[in-house]
Structures are given as C-alpha cells and as structure tokens.
Antibody
Framework: QLQLQESGPGLVKASETLSLTCTVS??????????WDWIRQPPGKGLEWVGSIYYTGSTYYNPSLKSRVTISVDTSKNQFSLKLSSVTAADTAVYYC??????????????WGQGTLVTVSS | SSELTQDPAVSVALGQTVRITCQGD??????PSWYQQKPGQAPVLVIYGKNNRPLGIPDRFSGSNSGNTASLTITGAQAEDEADYYCNSRDSSGNHLEVFGGGTKLTVL
C-alpha cells in the first residue's frame, strides 16, 4: 500500500524559505503513471494546489505561486520536495503531498499524506 | 486559470439524498474528482473520472456531469458523511495545472 509522509520544520520566519520533503513508501516515485503534487490548506480555509513534478523532473506550478515555488525530485531516495521562498503569514497552512493520476479526461489525487502544519512567524 | 465554484454549505436530513454541485468551464472538458475531508484529517478521494469510486467508498456516493456543472450525490446520507467536500479538476488550459473548488460543508441533520 502506497504511503506518503511529509516532513520539515513546523515554524518558518517571515521572508525566509519554507522547505518540506515528501517520502514515498510502498511504491516507486519513478512510475511513469503518476505525478507527485503539493497541496496546501490555510487554517479554516479550502484546498489550494501548489504544484507538481514528474519523475523525469518536469514541473508545473500554480501561477499565483510560480515565482516563489520550486519542486524537485530525488528518485534515489523516493522523495520529492517543496521550497517556497519569501514566505509571509499568508503561507501559513497545512501542506499535503499527494500522488496524482492523470488520464486524458480526468485527474485525481490518491493517496494523500497526513499533512504537516507550517506556521510563518514574524 | 480556471475556477470551480461550490456552494459553501448544504444540509440534508439523515437518510435522505443530497447533491453537492461544482461549476466551472474546465468541467466541459474534464471530469472532476471529489474529496471528503473530516476535521483534522487529510482529504479522501470519493469519486474520480466519469463516476468511479475507490475501494472502500460506499456505493451511496456517485458522480454526474452536465455541461459546466458536476454533481456529487449521496443517496441515503449517513451521520458519518458530515464533512467538507471539495471538487477538483484539471485547469481548462490542460497544461497539468490543477484547481480546487472552495468546498461545501455538508451537515447531516
């Protein structure tokens, strides 16, 4: 059974860079069938797609975050990572990693990691 | 980029049928996926593709689509179905960008 687990600091200072890693177990991140995504959720608010990476290194980012986001993959460790620069209080959120399946007519996220809360402090 | 619109809140009497809707231009081209999220938990996929349920999701959950509107229907809602529900679709650009609806809070009375 595939599992994803987020890890990283729970507290980041404003203007600094948020860094998180998602470790994939029970399956290979190098599978050609899937993309690997980051999704976040500010406290009490809805879900926001952050970005995605394919095992080859191709990346796709939310246009609203594109200038500050970098997603990378380490296939040797079966991990992918998120870096978000110049953070502000608005970046305080639970950050989830998830596997995305893509077909011609639909995409879906399954499974998800348990999520990790990152708080930006001033 | 695309947007997906959901009603903020919907209620249903125990055992009755409820429909949660999601509107957006991207739905004319792509089927949405639907997620259930209970407090303090990660979202769980309940419907994907045309109308597919992952293993373990009860058959009272179903999905449908018409034009720019997609619906998640719960037939015979149970107390444990009370949760937030989110729709998701590929952006209408088709360039591997994704968008979520704002979510619907379902209350089972």
């Amino acid at each position: 059974q595939l599992q994803l687990q987020e890890s990283g600091p729970g507290l980041v200072k404003a203007s600094e860079t948020l860094s998180l890693t998602c470790t994939v177990s029970g399956g290979s991140i190098s599978s050609s069938s899937y993309y690997w995504d980051w999704i976040r959720q500010p406290p009490g608010k809805g879900l926001e797609w952050v970005g995605s990476i394919y095992y080859t290194g191709s990346t796709y980012y939310n246009p609203s975050l594109k200038s500050r986001v970098t997603i990378s993959v380490d296939t040797s460790k079966n991990q992918f990572s998120l870096k978000l620069s110049s953070v502000t209080a608005a970046d305080t959120a639970v950050y989830y990693c998830a596997r995305r399946t893509t077909t011609v007519t639909s995409d879906w996220f399954d499974p998800w990691g348990q999520g990790t809360l990152v708080t930006v402090s001033s | 980029s695309s947007e997906l619109t959901q009603d903020p809140a919907v209620s249903v009497a125990l055992g009755q049928t409820v429909r949660i809707t999601c509107q957006g231009d991207s739905l004319r081209s792509y089927y949405p996926s639907w997620y259930q999220q209970k407090p303090g938990q990660a979202p769980v996929l309940v419907i994907y593709g045309k109308n597919n349920r992952p293993l373990g999701i009860p058959d009272r959950f179903s999905g449908s689509n018409s034009g720019n509107t997609a619906s998640l229907t719960i037939t015979g809602a149970q107390a444990e179905d009370e949760a937030d529900y989110y729709c998701n679709s590929r952006d209408s650009s088709g360039n591997h960008l994704e968008v979520f609806g704002g979510g619907t809070k379902l209350t089972v009375l």
